[in-house]
């Protein structure tokens, strides 16, 4: 299939391109859909501002927080860009410590990052620093917790009338 | 005396110094008949043109994202269909395929064909209310209240198959719960053959209509490059004249198969958004007649799900009296079936535009995370900038043409 062939060249480039960045990039695989690379969180703002203008990735199709609870670095962001012209995706992520958690926005280089970014520090305390109205968007403004870390419980903690411990997680 | 000279209503005059405009401040919505959902703008006017704008929005959140961290897989589809519930089974088809693409299961050929044809029954549904809705807010409430029985009939066609008729909560992982009885697939040769008449009065009611078409043309506009940068997708962002659709960029569901026009516009307006729609709805209608001929031809007549026992329930008869069917129903239903650990994101074209679940699985019961691309989060925040220095009621038209749905956009 062609179409394929291309997509891993292209896929290729993009890959050489951003191992021959040296330092900045901690990792790149190739997840079952889509390539996927891991920035440190000083050149991230870098990074996506290359894949835009170099290698035409123009749309911002999504921006969300993970939380990894117990680990080092524990807040992540994720973005998944998009180059329509071409039909290639790509999957960027990026971590930080609790103690700091703050990358730079990419309002500057998407308008569309500005609802995601205020979403991101809405659910996980995530700070964007360079947001033009960085506020909750989706809670009230003065919710007390970031609800999507893992330690925000689902359930109201004092409950005692029902052990779901045999369900979910 | 000098008299003060009175400012001109169009201009920001200053006379001796002072600003003479009495600006407004207005709340459109939370709960506004004109808004079509529970978000609310409060808007700078200066007299009827508008300023500016402080949209709120999260009315009716409600935590999707940290209920499905507590659910097993084959519990979701209920949370997706609350989304966009205009569309609804898109919302579940994108929710599957998600889920299929993370075990690797392949479906049979018909039972892709048969998700195509709900699909685009449920894009028609989507789009008629849209659009009749456009028709509403301008004035013309009779496609409103014609148009709007065939989207009912639409969801007599979702009853049918599944039981229910806005939250659908219609298929399974791997394929559909029971195949489609004789009255589903007589109902859709009925909107195929009724549609296309009402679909042409329709049109012939606003698409050259003199004061239609004053109400829309360069209501709202946006070029295409800012609609791009803005995150747009969907007939939002092919009405600014970009040809991006996700059924053809990424193929799901066999949709390579089909032999379809992307309708594109030109100005980004709400007419070209309009018009965009109103030709997508007949593209749907031949994207069905195209699957019913193939399933017509196929000599496959019985499969409706991938061989997959860990997500099938087995046949309620044998459930009701055999131990082991017993214990697989048990297991599915306790969400014990084993999914793989990795990371997926798989996107469907949505009623507004591109769909998308970005799923993190670790191996455990429940997904890791998942994160809901909804469309129309995302291109509505660029109504501030498409409505600044128009008229309200343009707003009201802009605003509605966007199909922006609450249940979407607070998730």
Do not use: N, V
């Given at each position: 299939m062609l179409g394929f062939a291309v997509k891993t060249e292209r896929d290729q480039l993009v890959k050489e391109a951003m191992v021959a960045r040296?330092?900045?990039?901690?990792q790149v695989e190739h997840e079952r859909d889509l390539l996927c690379i891991s920035v440190e969180k000083e050149a991230l703002h870098d990074v996506l501002g290359v894949l835009r203008d170099?290698?035409?990735?123009?749309?911002?199709t999504t921006l969300c927080g993970m939380h990894f609870p117990g680990?080092?670095?524990?807040l992540s962001v994720v973005y998944h860009l998009h180059n329509m012209r071409e039909g290639h995706r790509i999957r960027v992520k990026s971590r930080t410590a609790m103690d700091h958690p703050e990358f730079r926005t990419a309002v500057d280089l998407w308008p569309a990052a500005n609802w995601m970014e205020r979403e991101t520090w809405d659910f996980f305390g995530i700070r964007f620093a360079g947001h033009p109205n960085l506020k909750r968007i989706l809670n009230m403004e003065d919710f007390p917790a970031f609800p999507l870390r893992k330690d925000y419980p689902l359930e109201d903690p004092t409950r005692q009338d029902k052990d779901d411990s045999f369900f979910g997680r | 005396m000098k008299q003060p000279q009175r400012p001109n209503f169009w201009q920001r005059d200053l006379v001796e110094g002072k600003d003479l405009r009495e600006l407004t401040t207005l709340n459109?919505?939370?709960?506004?008949?004109?808004?079509?959902?529970?978000f609310q703008n409060v808007l700078t006017l200066d007299g009827e043109i508008i300023l500016d704008t402080e949209q709120t929005i999260g009315?009716?959140?409600?935590a999707f994202e940290k209920i499905a961290e507590r659910r097993?897989?084959?519990?979701i589809p209920t949370l997706t269909d609350r989304m966009n519930y205009c569309s609804a089974p898109i919302n579940n088809m994108g929710w599957h395929m998600t889920m299929e693409k993370l075990c690797g299961i392949e479906l049979p050929k018909r039972a892709q064909y048969m998700r195509v044809v709900v699909m685009e029954l449920a894009r028609i549904a989507d789009h008629i209310i849209c659009n009749t809705i456009i028709g509403q807010d301008a004035g013309a409430t009779t496609p409103f209240l014609y148009v709007y029985q065939w989207r009912e009939k639409i969801y007599d066609i979702y009853e049918e198959i599944?039981?229910?008729?806005?939250t659908t909560n219609m298929g399974?992982?791997?394929?559909?719960q029971r195949d489609w009885n004789p009255l589903v697939w007589e109902r859709i040769g009925g909107i195929l053959k009724d549609l296309p008449p009402v679909l042409k009065e329709f049109e012939k009611m606003l698409v050259r209509n003199r004061i239609f078409m004053d109400r829309t043309v360069n209501c709202g506009p946006l070029s295409g490059e800012r609609a791009l940068a803005y995150g747009f997708t969907g007939p939002n962002l092919r009405a600014c004249g970009v040809d991006y659709d996700v059924r053809v960029?990424?193929?799901?569901?066999?949709?390579?198969?089909f032999d379809f026009v992307i309708p594109v516009g030109q100005s980004g307006d709400t007419y070209d958004r309009f018009m965009v729609r109103q030709q997508e709805m007949w593209e749907s209608l031949s994207i069905i007649r195209q699957a019913l001929d193939k399933l017509d031809a196929?000599?496959?007549?019985?499969?409706?799900?991938?061989?997959v026992p860990d997500w099938m329930l087995p046949p309620k008869e044998e459930v009701y009296s055999a131990m082991e069917p017993l214990i697989w129903h048990f297991k599915i239903v306790m969400g014990e079936t084993d999914v793989p650990a990795g990371e997926i994101y798989h996107c469907v074209e949505g009623g507004n535009g591109e769909l998308g679940f970005y799923l993190v699985s670790d191996?455990?019961?429940?997904?890791?995370r998942l994160h809901l691309r909804r469309p129309c989060f995302i291109y509505y925040q660029a109504f501030p900038e498409m409505i600044k220095g128009s008229m309200l009621s343009d707003a009201i038209l802009t605003m509605s043409s966007m199909n922006v749905i609450a249940g979407e956009l607070d998730a």
């Open positions: 040296g330092g900045t990039i901690l170099d290698f035409g990735f123009g749309s911002l680990e080092e670095l524990e | 459109l919505g939370p709960t506004h008949p004109a808004t079509h959902g529970i009315y009716i959140h409600r097993p897989f084959y519990q599944c039981g229910a008729r806005l399974r992982i791997g394929g559909w960029a990424d193929p799901y569901s066999s949709y390579e198969e196929m000599t496959d007549k019985t499969s409706i799900h991938a061989d191996g455990g019961r429940t997904p890791f």
